[in-house]
């Protein structure tokens, strides 16, 4: 069928949307760029991606100006429709600050940025973007950021751990993050953010292709998703 539509939203100061354009594509996807003014998605779109960066650069709280961007009610109704959206660095920061992911996403703990490859495992299957991996897969994709130490209450931890929201753990906590969480989905699991940055890891030639297992789990989301609506 037609390579299924993926949006990568760009927002002001975003610096990892045209390199996740180009992994989508590598892997069979049609990328579609959405500015962060849209209101809308392009019609059919089976994926939406939040790329890394430094959106509004980082004023106030990183994501925080970006969550009230016109593209996150488009964003918002389609997680709510059932659509995979996943927010990768400052994407993850964005989902957490607009409520569709837990958590809240702070500086390192030891106030530095943190550029690495690092290994995480997989924790949950049972996502549109890890539907590739085998749970306790290690998988080395790299990372880069400021403020990516994932924080919850105690409360809270222990919900996302027994509802199995948890989807990537460090395997050497690089930043602090509580339990060592890399990534975690929503209760419905079509939306994640993860801080490790899988479309600089699609192609060996960059030290590792793991990161193209969660992007080509996406991208089969996504023609699932089109190929549902094509039915209906």
Same mark, same amino acid.
């Given at each position: 069928m $037609?390579?299924?539509?993926?949006?990568?939203?760009?927002f002001?100061?975003?610096?990892?949307?045209?390199?996740?354009?180009?992994?989508?594509?590598?892997?069979?996807?049609?990328?579609?760029?959405?500015?962060?003014?849209e209101?809308?998605?392009?019609?059919?779109t089976?994926g939406?991606?939040?790329?890394?960066?430094?959106?509004?650069?980082?004023? *106030?709280?990183?994501?925080?100006?970006?969550?009230?961007?016109?593209?996150?009610?488009?964003?918002?109704?389609?997680?709510?429709?059932g659509?995979?959206?996943?927010?990768?660095?400052?994407?993850?920061?964005?989902? @957490? $600050?607009?409520?569709? *992911?837990?958590?809240?996403?702070?500086?390192?703990?030891?106030?530095?940025?943190? @550029?690495?490859?690092?290994?995480?495992?997989?924790?949950?299957?049972?996502?549109?973007?890890?539907?590739?991996?085998?749970?306790?897969?290690?998988?080395?994709?790299?990372?880069?950021h400021?403020?990516g130490?994932?924080?919850? !209450?105690?409360?809270?931890?222990?919900?996302?751990?027994?509802?199995?929201?948890?989807?990537?753990?460090?395997?050497?906590?690089?930043?602090?993050?509580? !339990?060592?969480?890399?990534?975690? @989905?929503?209760?419905?699991?079509?939306?994640?953010?993860?801080?490790?940055?899988? $479309?600089?890891?699609?192609?060996?030639?960059?030290?590792?292709a793991?990161?193209a297992?969660?992007?080509?789990?996406?991208?089969?989301?996504?023609?699932?998703?089109?190929?549902?609506?094509?039915s209906?």
């Open positions: $037609e390579r299924p539509r993926i949006a990568v939203v760009t002001p100061g975003s610096n990892d949307d045209g390199d996740a354009r180009l992994a989508l594509e590598a892997l069979g996807a049609a990328a579609l760029p959405v500015w962060h003014m209101t809308r998605l392009p019609d059919a089976g939406v991606v939040l790329p890394g960066g430094f959106s509004y650069g980082d004023y *106030l709280r990183c994501g925080a100006i970006a969550r009230t961007a016109p593209v996150m009610d488009a964003v918002r109704e389609f997680a709510e429709d659509g995979p959206v996943v927010g990768i660095c400052n994407g993850f920061q964005i989902l @957490c $600050e607009a409520g569709l *992911l837990p958590g809240v996403l702070r500086p390192n703990r030891q106030l530095q940025f943190v @550029c690495a490859d690092v290994v995480v495992t997989v924790e949950s299957t049972r996502t549109p973007f890890t539907e590739r991996c085998v749970e306790g897969e290690r998988l080395t994709i790299p990372v880069k400021g403020e130490c994932w924080v919850a !209450d105690d409360a809270l931890l222990a919900q996302v751990v027994d509802r199995g929201q948890v989807v990537l753990r460090y395997v050497d906590d690089v930043n602090g993050s509580v !339990d060592a969480i890399a990534g975690v @989905c929503n209760w419905a699991g079509n939306v994640m953010g993860l801080m490790p940055h899988p $479309e600089h890891a699609v192609d060996p030639l960059l030290g590792s793991d990161g297992l969660i992007f080509a789990s996406l991208v089969e989301g996504a023609r699932t998703r089109a190929l549902a609506a094509l209906t």
